[in-house]
């Protein structure tokens, strides 16, 4: 019984982590683990990150309209 509740909990957090990554929830946390890869520059801020995300993301031009 033991074996089956943790088997559980690891696919609720596999599918917890899965959902994060695909709505960009967890795109900040990526960011640090790519950053500390790299050496010389130091890493932005949560909200440093988050104001550049939405930059890039409104700066392209839209197709619609």
Do not use: H
């Not at 967890?26 to 104001?51: D, H, I, M, N, W």
């Amino acid at each position: 019984m033991r074996e089956l509740w943790l088997r559980f909990q690891r696919a609720i957090r596999g599918l917890w982590a899965g959902l994060r990554q695909w709505c960009g929830d967890s795109a900040y946390e990526t960011y640090l683990a790519c950053a500390a890869q790299q050496r010389g520059s130091k890493p932005l801020s949560a909200g440093e990150f988050y104001v550049e995300q939405l930059n890039r993301k409104y700066s392209r031009p839209s197709r619609c309209c």
